[in-house]
Every structure is written in structure tokens, then in C-alpha cells.
């Protein structure tokens, strides 16, 4: 088992950036992944990083405006030019399986934090 804390949430005002940050400790993750949800909706795929490969994957809401960086049990999230519609709960999410295809999708992974609340004011 995995565990994530996720931190650096906080509430900024439209245009500007946050910073959020995940330390995972426990079995070693394949994926590691930041997942979004506002109220009354599902996850939204932020983006995930692969651990041993380094590659990163998008979600097209957000590609081009955020950026994801780490380590061997890290994982940052650094948002820039935030929007009101950013507006969510932040996940850290981990999967410890190999995939053929990159996981996209919440149900793809298995350990979750408990999450950092971002809010954006217009």
C-alpha cells in the first residue's frame, strides 16, 4: 500500500500560480497522477507521470498551463494562469501495475490521498 499527503492548496485569485506537491511513502508506484473534482462532478484527469520512465501525460483542460515534475516519491503540480473553473479538490493518486496504455482514468488507480483544496476567485 501506498500512502499520499498532499499539500500547497489554498485559495488565489484568477491569473496567478500555486504550487502543489504529493510525498507518497510505502511500496513503490508505476504511475503517479494528480486528479481534480468539483463539486457534483466526477475526477477530472490532471495528469500523470510515469516513475520509472519520467514520461508525463496531460489532460486537455490543462495542458499548457500545468506542469508536472518529481522524484522517486514526489510529485508536484505547478499551475500557472489559473481560471475560476480550476476550481476543485486536488488528488494525488498512485498505481503500482504496469499498463499498456497510459491510465487516464480514476478507477486506474488504486491508492489515493486525501486531497488539497484549490479555489480560484474571478
Known amino acids: 500500500q501506498v500512502q499520499l499527503v498532499e499539500s500547497g492548496g489554498g485559495l488565489v485569485q484568477a491569473g496567478e500560480s500555486l504550487r502543489l506537491s504529493c510525498a507518497a511513502t510505502?511500496?513503490?508506484?508505476?504511475?503517479m497522477a494528480w486528479f481534480r473534482q468539483a463539486p457534483g462532478k466526477t475526477h477530472e484527469f490532471v495528469g500523470t507521470r510515469h516513475q520509472i520512465t519520467g514520461r508525463i501525460d496531460y489532460g486537455k483542460a490543462v495542458k499548457g498551463r500545468f506542469t508536472i515534475s518529481g522524484g522517486d516519491a514526489t510529485l508536484e503540480l505547478q499551475m500557472n494562469s489559473l481560471r475560476p473553473g480550476d476550481t476543485a479538490m486536488y488528488y494525488c493518486?498512485?498505481?503500482?501495475?504496469?499498463?499498456?496504455?497510459?491510465?487516464?482514468?480514476?478507477?486506474?488507480?488504486?491508492?489515493w490521498g486525501r486531497g488539497t483544496q484549490v479555489t480560484v476567485s474571478a
Open positions: 510505502g511500496r513503490t508506484s508505476v504511475y
Open positions: 493518486a498512485a498505481r503500482s501495475r504496469w499498463s499498456s496504455e497510459v491510465p487516464t482514468t480514476a478507477a486506474e488507480y488504486g491508492d
